[in-house]
Each structure stands twice: as structure tokens, then as C-alpha cells.
């Protein structure tokens, strides 16, 4: 059984471009969650999604960022015009639900130039 | 808003040494503590604690919460290189949808 796969591993951006991150979560997890990791700092909850729903957005910045979990395929997350700020690992978990032991990916690594 | 503190930041210790890390937490409608082990990966699960005062055991690490003083210990005897890593703690509130709210971390060393 795959574990959450995270791609890509590194991702480098100039500042104005748009940031793609994608995450599949393991085989019967149908809630993801996205976390962002500053250098110094914990993670920090963005967004908990479920199929085609976004349950929790409070943790996400109100502009640039969205996120997505289609029917079918990984949860994206958009960042648009990135800017330095921006650069962090990002973070995806998933789990069944109700036990609500999340499992996490290996991270995306976000350089901003 | 919730808060986990962590303590030490950092520790170095020795082979074979007994290392105990600490997380204290101010949670509303705490539901779950959960510990994870970050090396350059995935963090990885290690403990759920849900109920005061049961110990978690898996080989040489196990942990125990103390809902009444509000933290948790994480202790892991006969400490090897390869478990030379960042632990964090995370709490998790009833009614919070799920989003768990993390420590800082404790970066530990294990030197040969």
C-alpha cells in the first residue's frame, strides 16, 4: 500500500509564476489536509478537503492560494503569483475520517527566486 | 487559539543514552495528542494518546499523557544513530474539523 505521495519533491518558482502542487492521498483515505512549514516554525494547518469539498480553509492566505480535490485525481494546490514569502516545504496528509491518525507525504520543497 | 510547546528545542546525546522529550499544550475540547518522527522525509506516526495516564509502548519509545497537567512525554531508551531526527507533537481539538496544531519540534541528535 502507497503511502501519500507528494510531486514534485522541489519545485523552484520565479516570483509572479504560479505554483502547482499535487498530492495523492494513500489507497481508502478520502480526507486530505495541507500543512505548511516555515524555516524555524511548526506546521501549520491550511486547508482540510474531502472529495470534491473543502470542509476548512481557515489556515489558507485569503489571496493567491486555493486548493482542490477533484473526483477523480490528486488535491492541488494553487499558489498564483508567488512571491519570496511563499517559499516553505508544503506539507500533505490524509486519513480514513473518523480515526483521524494522518498519515503525511515526504513534503514539496518551494523556492521562490 | 491552541498552542504546543515543545522542550528542548535541541538535544545531542550518546549512543545508548535515555532521552525523554516534553510537549505541553493549551487546547479547547482537547480530542488527541499525537507524536511523529521527521527526518528529510515524511514525517512518519508514531503515538496517538487519547486517555490520561496509559503508556503507548513500541520497542524502545513509548509516551504518556497527562490530561490533568496538560502534557505529554516522549522517551526513547537505548537511543541509536537512526533515531536521529526532528519528534513533534501535534494536538487535535474536538469540533476543529480534524486540523491538527503542531509543536515547534525537538531536533535530536544521537551521536556514535
Known amino acids: 500500500n502507497a503511502g501519500v505521495m507528494q510531486n514534485p519533491r522541489h519545485l523552484v518558482r520565479r516570483r509572479g509564476q504560479e505554483a502547482r502542487l499535487r498530492c495523492s492521498p494513500m489507497?481508502?483515505?478520502?480526507?486530505v489536509y495541507w500543512y505548511r512549514q516555515l524555516p524555524e516554525e511548526g506546521l501549520k494547518f491550511m486547508v482540510y478537503l474531502q472529495k470534491e469539498n473543502i470542509i476548512d480553509e481557515s489556515g489558507m492566505p485569503k489571496e493567491r492560494f486555493s486548493a482542490e480535490f477533484p473526483k477523480e485525481g490528486p488535491s492541488i494546490l494553487r499558489i498564483q503569483q508567488v512571491v519570496r514569502g511563499d517559499s516553505a516545504a508544503y506539507f500533505c496528509a490524509s486519513s480514513q475520517g473518523l480515526e483521524n491518525i494522518q498519515y503525511f507525504g515526504a513534503g514539496t520543497r518551494l523556492s521562490v527566486l | 487559539e491552541d498552542k504546543v510547546v515543545q522542550s528542548p528545542l535541541s538535544l545531542v546525546v550518546h549512543e545508548g543514552d535515555t532521552v525523554t522529550l516534553n510537549c505541553s499544550y493549551e487546547?479547547?475540547?482537547?480530542?488527541?495528542l499525537l507524536w511523529y518522527k521527521q527526518e528529510k522525509k515524511a514525517p512518519t506516526f508514531l503515538f496517538m494518546l487519547t486517555s490520561s495516564g496509559i503508556e503507548k509502548k513500541s520497542g524502545r519509545l513509548s509516551s504518556i499523557l497527562d490530561k490533568k497537567e496538560l502534557f505529554s512525554i516522549l522517551n526513547i531508551t537505548a537511543t541509536q544513530t537512526g533515531d536521529s531526527a526532528i519528534y513533534l507533537c501535534a494536538v487535535e481539538a474536538r469540533g476543529s474539523n480534524y486540523k491538527l496544531t503542531f509543536g515547534k519540534g525537538t531536533l535530536l541528535t544521537v551521536n556514535p
Open positions: 489507497k481508502g483515505h478520502s480526507h
Open positions: 487546547v479547547t475540547n482537547f480530542r488527541s
